[in-house]
């Protein structure tokens, strides 16, 4: 049977601003080049680029009875995502980030929980997860009535329903860090966090390090995100360093859920382990060549073809 993906977590609105250098002062005006609405957030970004890798992908998550959350709801349907798992909160709006992009492509953001906050164990229907040979779980830390105990007990019940999990995290802003994922982390088959989180969650530095901190743990497999630096891989029995591809950033926002998708893509695919790593580092790189989180991946055989003009596909 062909394997499928359920992306469960966030959904945002990202509204970008690109260039913006500074932040005005208050009751003041600054200019920028131009300003969009994309659809955001880690889970429809991861799903939406693992459709247009060519995998089956439903989602999960929560949005508000708003116009925004019209909107994202829209998108993922033009996408072909399975949208049946996605519910309408009563109390909050949908999720939106300000993204300001800079010259250089990098970003920083203003962020609104809204919707995100009100997923709870509630609002999964296990039934649906069955349906799915992944579950990966995208956002971790933007979650609050999710985030702790309610996730671990997502993840342990996929793992003893023979599904693999995947679980990818987000800053978080309260300074929990391991006290919210430590539970969950035996029950997690691939582990895609970002350096400067996984530096967060287990106290140290040293990519190496930090890898074996979340093996020790139970982790089956770690993939730190390291940018421009590309990433590292490791399990059991092997680990890579693997190196981005060095082409022109416009924007870099999303390019950490595209390399979830790419990774992921790569298990659907059944690539080894280092083609994985390298398959989700192109694909991360491809982002940073558009303007939004998902606009620049367009199909698997575009990303391979920039994956060999760049000379990080083998």
């Given at each position: 049977m062909e394997k499928k993906v359920v992306c469960l977590g966030i959904i945002v609105g990202d509204f970008i601003g690109r260039p913006v250098e500074n932040v005005p002062e208050k009751g003041k005006l600054v200019l920028t080049e131009r300003t969009e609405l994309h659809i955001g957030g880690c889970a429809s970004n991861t799903g939406v680029v693992l459709k247009r890798l060519g995998i089956d992908v439903g989602i999960i998550g929560k949005v508000g009875n708003d116009n925004l959350g019209d909107f994202l709801l829209g998108k993922l349907k033009d996408e072909n995502l399975d949208v049946r798992g996605i519910k309408r909160s009563r109390g909050k709006t949908t999720s939106g980030t300000l993204v300001m992009v800079h010259s250089d492509g990098e970003r920083s953001f203003i962020h609104s929980t809204g919707a995100n906050g009100d997923i709870s164990m509630e609002d999964i229907d296990f039934g649906y997860i069955r349906q799915f040979s992944i579950l990966h779980v995208a956002g971790a830390f933007l979650m609050p009535g999710f985030d702790g105990k309610p996730l671990a007990e997502t993840l342990r019940k996929a793992k003893q329903a023979g599904i693999m999990t995947c679980l990818d995290t987000a800053w978080d802003s309260t300074g929990k860090w391991i006290s919210l994922i430590g539970e969950a982390l035996p029950y997690i088959d691939y582990f895609l966090p970002s350096i400067e989180e996984a530096k967060m969650i287990a106290g140290m530095d040293n990519h190496?390090?930090?890898?074996?901190?979340?093996?020790?743990?139970?982790?089956?497999?770690?993939?730190?995100?390291?940018?421009?630096?590309?990433?590292?891989?490791?399990?059991?029995?092997?680990?890579?360093?693997?190196?981005?591809?060095?082409?022109?950033?416009?924007?870099t926002t999303g390019c950490g859920d595209a390399y979830a998708a790419g990774f992921i893509a790569g298990i659907v695919k059944e690539l080894p382990f280092e083609k994985c790593g390298m398959l989700a580092n192109i694909t991360g790189g491809k982002i940073a060549t558009g303007v939004g989180a998902t606009t620049a991946v367009t199909s698997y055989e575009d990303t391979l073809e920039f994956g060999r003009k760049y000379g990080r596909w083998i």
């Open positions: 190496v390090r930090i890898a074996d901190f979340f093996l020790e743990r139970g982790v089956g497999n770690v993939c730190l995100k390291m940018g421009s630096s590309g990433s590292y891989i490791k399990n059991g029995k092997e680990e890579y360093r693997i190196m981005a591809p060095d082409a022109p950033k416009i924007d």
